[in-house]
């Protein structure tokens, strides 16, 4: 299951039925898991800690330094859970004295080329299309849907269950169960269909949107409408509580309409 024309350092530590394919390199100081497949030249660079069953195609880069003037060559890691599609030619760069980690969950579908910077978290059950960038230590909720060549600055927070368009150029938190799109970014609705599969309850799903009209469609800024969003009794429902905390959290502030 392992290419005599792949490069594995004596030091990693390789799972149980692993497929190593032709022109990989498996640096030291390596962790990869039970059942991977990492198919011709795929760099599993020092650092690296990999979950089980994950599949990644030709050309990606894992582990690689971060792209980032204040790293000084630091011991730091990237953490890949189980069960991710990491497709061609995209990058993952480990962590800095920051945070130390780039954590990158489970399950997730990572398309061809997009690039996530030092120090990000990202969840499980997302979708990062093609050529999407994520700048350091932005973090990503779970089951978040992000379009091709989207570009997202640093310290940027998205919310789970969120839809944003191709092509948008983020530079302010995106609030969990929204659609986001268009430049500059802004908030176009709920992310309804994404909610449906998911099987939300029809009530929790209009609460979600009651939610949101007191946000956008009031005509208060944020801070009332978060205030009045917190007086309602929409207030005790547990994905209203989600908003309430991602937005009284967020560093960068929120998209607007």
């Known amino acids: 299951m392992i290419s005599p024309l792949a490069y594995i350092d004596p030091n990693a530590k390789i799972g149980n039925n692993v497929e190593i394919g032709p022109f990989c390199f498996i640096d030291k100081d390596v962790e990869i898991g039970d059942n991977c497949t990492l198919m011709h030249s795929v ?4 650092g690296t800690r990999m979950g089980s069953g994950n599949t990644v195609f030709p050309g990606a880069i894992l582990g690689a330094i971060p792209q980032d003037l204040k790293f000084v060559g630091e011991k730091t890691t990237l953490i890949i859970g189980d069960n991710n599609r990491i ?11 920051s945070k130390g980690t780039t954590i990158v969950g489970s399950n997730n579908l990572f398309m061809e080329s997009m690039h996530i910077a ?3 978290v990202i969840g ?3 979708i990062i299309g093609n050529g999407t960038k994520f700048g350091g230590e932005v973090v990503v909720d779970d089951h978040a849907t992000i379009s091709a060549n989207v570009l997202v600055h640093q310290f940027c927070h998205i919310g789970g269950y969120v839809m944003i368009q191709g092509g948008s150029g983020i530079s302010k938190d995106i609030p969990p169960f929204v659609v986001a799109g268009r430049n500059p970014v802004c908030y176009e609705g709920i992310n309804i269909v994404r909610l449906k599969r998911m099987n939300f309850s029809q009530e929790d799903i209009y609460t ?5 009209r ?5 005509g208060l800024n944020t801070t009332m409408a978060l205030e009045a969003i917190k ?9 209203v509580k ?12 929120i998209i607007r309409d």
């Open 231 to 239: 007086q309602d009794a929409i207030s005790q429902n547990e994905y």
């Open 87 to 97: 497709r061609e030619n995209v990058t993952m760069n480990r962590g800095t004295a």
């Open 118 to 120: 030092h120090d990000c």
């Open 242 to 253: 989600y908003i309430i905390g991602f937005i009284e959290t967020a560093t960068r502030g």
């Open 124 to 126: 499980n059950y997302c």
């Open 208 to 212: 979600i949107h009651n939610a949101y």
């Open 214 to 218: 007191m946000l956008y469609n009031s």
């Open 43 to 46: 760099s599993v660079m020092e």
